[in-house]
């Protein structure tokens, strides 16, 4: 199930368009679908939607001449890999539903566990709307306050992979610059047009009579669930956001403030700039909270500019610690969710969880680790709302493999594995490498890793293939993370090194 064998790496010099060439100048197939779901871990979805018969076969490839990159991608071989490689091993045809997405929150039905994060992605009546119609379950508003915001430009930044993919994404933005009217007018008009829709209304309050009012105001106009933004690390002046979340006293008595205001569920959104989130999580289930929300972004500094001395983004020659968020911070944010699954004390409460995701396996991390719900911001910045088709597609063909019913069985499966310590783990065995000799390209980077930053295990024979001292090796596996060609894996036996 989890063996890939397409994968971003051939395919990297593709643009992800929009209305691709590709697919304009196939008459038989969708190609830049199919890329499009091999890039987001869906290649079994891709290959499950193809025709009978492989169309690539003898074709003169119109869509690689079409390429905004013409030549660069290898289109017809990776659509054929697609029909010989990835379909064989298809273990079922997927269900045209997708009942098995059905999930909820605090009660409350959802279509599937997919939300978009309170960002600028969920910030106008528009953009929900292009959202729900893709197929998002439902979209946490930006938030929401009774403060005059005005934002600075540039305000995004970004540190990017050798593709120019986002790794990590850094923001200075605020909160939403519409006034509390024209918040409660769009929360109207969307829940009239999208009824199904699940809206969740984050908001921030300045005291106890604006979380108050804030929540009883979004819950008059619409709003199914509220979520209090005690996280924000670019409104932290004055107490508010993350200096709010970093005292549990604090997220006790706004979470009872906006309980008065509303009996529909309320979401304490919490933040990672602090070494332990249950202390926090556990005041908001005692000032009336129903689940939690986690993680926002963590507060960061990047790109230095080495000749103006100012990091980005860079306004007017100053800047400004901001909130990072993207794929490196997924590990961190996965940390989050364990704690909070593992915590007793919050059994029963829902948890929402994101950060990094951008791929269906990833929001898979977080239900396996006890998330009820995922929200997204940052993937949707950089790929569009589109990639929800992917999300939903993905995860059903999981849940269908495994036999699940239901999204909600694969929740917390994985919590048992996590501990918070390794004195733990078995430690009298080693899982050495196993070298793929056909797949091997002779660069040495295996012998250079093991040599300078491992336990030199590792040379390379006369055919520059590299030769294991299983004398020498602790089976760390840090040849198997930088060899490029991907031909070295774990071997499948343990060896016992016991000392009797």
Excluded at 42 to 48: C, F, M
Excluded at 374 to 386: F, L
Aim: charged residues 25%; hydrophobic residues 40%; contains cysteine.
């Amino acid at each position: 199930m989890f063996e890939r064998k397409l994968k971003r790496l051939d395919m990297l010099r593709c643009a992800l368009c929009a209305d691709a060439p590709c697919s304009k100048a196939c008459g038989e197939t969708d190609p830049a679908r199919c890329l499009r779901s091999i890039w987001f871990d869906n290649e079994k979805g891709a290959a499950s939607g193809l025709p009978e018969a492989n169309p690539c076969v003898n074709c003169a490839a119109p869509c690689e001449a079409a390429c905004v990159r013409p030549g660069e991608i290898p289109i017809r071989a990776l659509m054929t890999r697609l029909y010989d490689e990835v379909r064989p091993e298809l273990e079922l045809k997927p269900a045209a539903d997708e009942e098995r997405l059905r999930t909820e929150l605090c009660g409350i039905p959802l279509e599937n566990p997919f939300l978009l994060s309170s960002s600028v992605v969920a910030s106008t009546y528009d953009m929900c709307a292009r959202a729900f119609e893709a197929g998002w379950a439902g979209a946490a508003f930006k938030t929401i306050s009774a403060l005059d915001i005005h934002e600075v430009s540039p305000r995004f930044s970004a540190i990017t992979s050798d593709t120019g993919s986002i790794i990590g994404f850094k923001n200075i933005e605020q909160l939403s610059d519409h006034s509390v009217a024209e918040n409660m007018k769009i929360f109207r008009r969307l829940k009239k047009n999208y009824p199904t829709k699940f809206i969740l209304a984050s908001i921030m309050g300045r005291d106890d009579e604006e979380w108050e009012e804030l929540a009883r105001e979004c819950a008059e106009n619409g709003a199914d669930a509220v979520e209090l933004n005690f996280s924000c690390p670019n409104m932290a002046e004055g107490g508010l956001g993350s200096d709010i979340g970093q005292v549990p006293e604090l997220v006790e008595r706004f979470t009872a403030a906006a309980r008065r205001g509303t009996d529909i569920p309320i979401l304490a959104k919490l933040t990672p700039n602090v070494a332990f989130m249950s202390p926090a999580a556990e005041a908001a289930r005692r000032g009336g909270a129903d689940g939690i929300a986690a993680i926002n972004t963590i507060k960061s500094v990047i790109e230095v500019n080495p000749h103006t001395y100012v990091s980005a983004p860079a306004v007017h020659g100053m800047s400004a610690v901001g909130g990072y968020s993207g794929s490196a911070v997924m590990p961190i944010a996965l940390r989050f969710i364990a704690e909070l699954g593992k915590n007793p004390a919050l059994a029963g409460m829902h948890i929402s969880a994101m950060g990094g995701v951008e791929t269906w396996l990833d929001a898979l991390e977080f239900i396996l680790l006890g998330a009820d719900s995922v929200q997204v911001t940052t993937a949707v910045m950089q790929y569009g709302y589109r990639i929800v088709e992917d999300l939903k597609a993905g995860l059903k063909l999981y849940l269908e493999e495994k036999g699940f019913q239901s999204v909600r069985e694969a929740r917390g499966l994985a919590l048992d594995t996590v501990s918070e310590t390794t004195n733990v783990l078995e430690r009298d065995t080693v899982l050495f490498p196993r070298f793929h000799r056909e797949a091997c390209i002779g660069c040495g980077r295996c012998a250079i890793s093991c040599a300078d930053g491992g336990h030199q295990a590792i040379r390379l024979g006369d055919d520059r293939r590299p030769i294991l001292d299983g004398r020498r090796c602790v089976g760390c596996h840090l040849c198997v993370l930088v060899c490029p060609a991907r031909a070295i894996t774990p071997s499948r036996k343990r060896i016992s090194r016991r000392k009797e």
